[in-house]
């Protein structure tokens, strides 16, 4: 017969003074202990398909006794018997007895006889042990277990709840707060704690038991009336309900904290992964755009009319403001990218990220500064086209009306120089006819100033490549070689009227006088029409200053040239007179000259309607300058105010990044400030942009008012946008690093003041500041060590460290002179009076990640005593610490 000890030694047997025989005859114990146990075997034994209704009497033959032990410990037991006789139900209980001493279980008083026999005692007994065993043994917490480690699990998970303090597993929870502080700890959502009164506890209990139930899985194995009527609610009806709890929330415990660590680290993977690819299509999206956007600038094909040139300016300007900014935002937000990808892989322990070749941060630099060389190469030339067009366009102009006059005047002189009418006149018409080409050839030595001129228009229109140079020089050409037949017909007249001079002596001095004065009246009128009808083209308001005082100094001369004018018509009307008087028969013609005083009143009166009309064109682009001056004036101004400020944001910038007013957090939120301040200064550089279209429309290309360019302030603008930017990704940087690295907020200030101390106010440190630096902080290292220590901090070997770097390495050498000193304190302890370690005891004695960090350091000096394997004191500190530390 087995027998159930009270005084068994198992922890969760001890002490057995609950087995009282009294307090089990309770009948208010009894109840409650039936009711539980029932529901918890019936727990188990659902999962077989099967349940008892009455505890003492269907476990009587020992098959449903045996089929709970199987499924409660996932063993099999001894096959039982089938038969109905009392030796075959003996027989089966012994089997559980068996099996249930077999799993260290000592069981006094208790033997299959009382069992098949349907003691309700001895059968509650037997239960209670097989709950100790297989539902309570098992628990443990804090070094504690099975009943003290359930207690202790239960004083844990309700001691933020008020009115509920668990010192027991009976009167402790009778008032169902219990109960439900342990639901509300670990499924809050299924409980409103709230509303749940200490003064209730009928509600409260129902409420847990009910909850435990529908979603929990947990059955009720309590009436909550049997506990409140009871002045001590059963211990070990209790423990068992609760067990339950213990085992249904430490399950999903452990699997949904195994589940959140692989969740959090495929996430993090996840979004690196997605970094980098993000950062693969921005930098290849960056560069091909860079790629297909500089043949376009680089294309010099020049344009033959001003209009197309203005719609390439034009162009120009729409990708300037609407296809370039955004870029410049894709540039700024790839180097952000860039930045924290790196820190967080360093951060993770995983490799640098490394792009594809030639979509490196610094290939982009590269590409975006052959495309701004590109750009401001383009607009140079743009520029200067527009220029040499307008240019262009006023000089053909001018020798389309030079040449035009020139053609009028020479119409005809190549017939009149070929006459043959000196052969038939009398004496007095061939000295009139020697008077007359007398005059011709001062009229022709007049025009050759035109003549030259016409050529030399013509050859700057060659030289400036103008577009229908060959018809200008066509007519250039046409209007020279008649100009050379001109001179030679002009001499070939002069020798025959010569030879004809000495049989001809009459000569009618008042024409000789008229054509001498009348030609040059009419040349200098000429000229004044072709000036008052000129073209002009300035640039500033002193320019057409200057023309209007020529134009008034020519209006002045005009009473002048009115006197000559009516004096040559006084000497013509004298000619008539003298004709009248003396009958002189003349040919009705001056025969000196061409010009009549009807031509010489229609040119003085053309003379004076343009006059006006030169005053209004003077007027007009008077005003259009002093417009274009007040546009220069007004950008001036503006610029004059934005180009200052951009330098001084910059400024403010720079010394908020190496100052240590306040935390990383406060120098953050300064620097978003300042960021959100920029960005509302935007409408002003707008402005600006509108100014400075105004001017390129009105053509203006300088401006003496300041020395700022658009262009200036579009790169001081970017440059500001993107510093204010990279500052805040490295303040984010270094908040990242500080608390994935535990720096507290003093070594932060500690390592930003070294830093500075030694900055030479570039943002980072050459090696032999940084050299300074670290002895400065206590380091006293060899060239091999400080080799290494470069090779981590500048491992593209730059010759710089950056403020990231330094703290990245002060952290990891903090972090590791922390590991050394906890290492040491265990060498004392494990090496006792022997003096020395040797590997095996590191692994067997220390954590893992301390023990291959010593046999790491330890390498070096294996050998070096006499226990191989092993280190003495002084060797293992020297291995820990370096030679310079000692």
Not at 127 to 150: C, H, N, P, Y
Not at 267 to 275: G, I, K, P
Not at 354 to 368: F, L, Q, R, T, Y
Not at 496 to 509: H, P
Request: charged share 30%.
């Amino acid at each position: 017969m087995d027998h159930y000890d009270p005084q068994q030694t198992n922890d969760y047997m001890q002490p057995e003074e609950d087995w009282d025989r009294d307090l089990l005859l309770d009948p208010a114990w009894e109840k409650q202990q039936r009711k539980t146990f029932t529901a918890w075997c019936n727990s188990h034994l659902r999962k077989a398909g099967t349940q008892i209704e009455n505890i003492e009497e269907d476990f009587r033959d020992g098959l449903k006794l045996m089929l709970l032990l199987e499924v409660i410990s996932g063993e099999r037991l001894a096959k039982p018997e089938r038969g109905k006789m009392r030796v075959h139900k003996i027989s089966n209980v012994n089997k559980a007895l068996d099996f249930i001493a077999s799993k260290g279980v000592k069981l006094v008083s208790i033997g299959a006889e009382e069992i098949v026999d349907g003691n309700v005692k001895m059968t509650l007994g037997m239960i209670w042990t097989i709950i100790l065993r297989f539902a309570i043994q098992d628990i443990s917490v804090e070094e504690t277990s099975a009943k003290e480690g359930l207690l202790l699990w239960c004083q844990r998970k309700t001691a933020p709840y008020k009115n509920v303090n668990i010192q027991n597993f009976h009167i402790s929870w009778k008032d169902g707060l219990g109960f439900c502080a342990l639901i509300h700890r670990h499924r809050p959502e299924l409980i409103d704690y709230g509303k749940l009164r200490k003064d209730d506890p009928l509600t409260n209990l129902n409420t847990a038991f009910d909850v435990a139930e529908k979603y929990l899985d947990i059955p009720k194995m309590l009436d909550a009336e049997d506990i409140v009527g009871t002045a001590r609610p059963d211990e070990k009806a209790i423990m068992t309900y609760v067990s339950s709890f213990y085992h249904a929330f430490s399950g999903a415990q452990k699997a949904e904290t195994a589940a959140n660590r692989i969740c959090k680290v495929l996430a993090v993977n996840q979004e690196n992964e997605q970094l980098m690819e993000d950062y693969e299509k921005l930098a290849s999206d960056l560069l091909e755009w860079i790629r297909r956007t500089i043949p376009w600038l680089e294309n010099r094909a020049p344009e033959n009319t001003m209009q197309a040139m203005q719609q390439k300016l034009e162009d120009f300007r729409d990708y300037r403001r609407l296809h370039k900014p955004p870029k410049v935002q894709e540039k700024c937000q790839l180097e952000i990218n860039f930045n924290t990808l790196q820190t967080k892989l360093r951060l993770s322990n995983r490799p640098a990220f490394m792009p594809s070749e030639g979509k490196m941060v610094s290939d982009i630099n590269n590409a975006w500064g052959g495309l701004e060389q590109a750009e401001k190469g383009y607009e140079e030339w743009l520029l200067n086209e527009i220029r040499r067009l307008e240019r262009l366009d006023h000089l053909a102009e001018k020798f389309r009306q030079k040449a035009s006059i020139h053609e009028s005047w020479t119409d005809g002189k190549e017939a009149m120089l070929q006459q043959k009418d000196y052969e038939t006149a009398t004496l007095s018409e061939i000295k009139a006819l020697l008077k007359k080409h007398e005059a011709f050839e001062s009229d022709l030595a007049a025009h050759q100033d035109r003549v030259e001129q016409i050529a030399a228009i013509a050859q700057e229109l060659n030289e400036l490549d103008y577009y229908d140079s060959p018809s200008v020089n066509a007519r250039c050409q046409k209007i020279c070689d008649q100009w050379d037949n001109l001179g030679a017909l002009t001499q070939k007249r002069r020798e025959a009227l010569e030879r004809t001079e000495k049989l001809l002596e009459t000569i009618d001095q008042l024409y000789l006088e008229y054509a001498k004065r009348a030609a040059p009246f009419n040349n200098w009128m000429e000229g004044a029409m072709e000036d008052l009808q000129d073209t002009f083209i300035v640039h500033t308001i002193e320019e057409i200053q200057g023309l209007t005082t020529a134009h008034e100094q020519f209006k002045a001369t005009l009473p002048d040239a009115d006197k000559e004018r009516q004096a040559i018509l006084g000497i013509h009307n004298e000619v008539s007179k003298i004709v009248q008087t003396y009958h002189v028969n003349m040919a009705g013609t001056n025969p000196y000259t061409t010009i009549t005083p009807h031509e010489i009143n229609g040119k003085w009166e053309h003379v004076r309607q343009l006059v006006p009309r030169r005053d209004q064109a003077l007027m007009e682009e008077h005003a259009r300058q002093q417009q274009n001056e007040r546009l220069r004036k007004q950008f001036g101004a503006q610029a004059n105010v934005i180009g200052p400020w951009i330098q001084t944001k910059m400024e403010e910038i720079g010394r908020i990044s190496i100052e240590m007013h306040g935390t990383l957090e406060d120098q953050l939120n300064h620097l978003r400030q300042y960021e959100k301040s920029i960005v509302n200064y935007k409408p002003k550089i707008d402005q600006l942009e509108g100014d400075h279209q105004q001017i390129q429309e009105a053509l203006i290309f300088d401006n003496k008012h300041t020395n700022y360019t658009m262009e200036h302030i579009r790169v001081g603008w970017e440059q500001l946008l993107t510093t204010i930017a990279r500052t805040i990704n490295e303040v984010e940087n270094q908040i990242l690093t500080r608390d994935a690295k535990g720096i507290s907020q003093e070594q932060m200030n500690e390592f930003r003041a070294s830093f500075n101390h030694f900055d030479r106010k570039t943002g980072m440190m050459d090696c032999e500041d940084f050299r300074a630096c670290l002895i400065s902080m206590g380091y006293n290292m060899g060239e091999a060590e400080f080799a290494r220590i470069m090779s981590i901090v500048d491992p593209n070997r730059l010759g710089v460290v950056t403020f990231q770097a330094f703290i990245d390495f002060m952290s990891r050498e903090t972090a590791d002179t922390d590991t050394a000193d906890q290492v040491m304190a265990s060498f004392k302890i494990l090496a006792g009076d022997k003096n020395y370690i040797t590997v095996d005891e590191l692994r067997r004695e220390l954590p893992p990640d301390q023990a291959e960090y010593c046999i790491a350091r330890m390498a070096p000096y294996n050998g070096r005593d006499a226990v191989p394997g092993a280190l003495d004191y002084m060797s293992f500190s020297t291995a820990l610490y370096g030679e310079s530390d000692l």
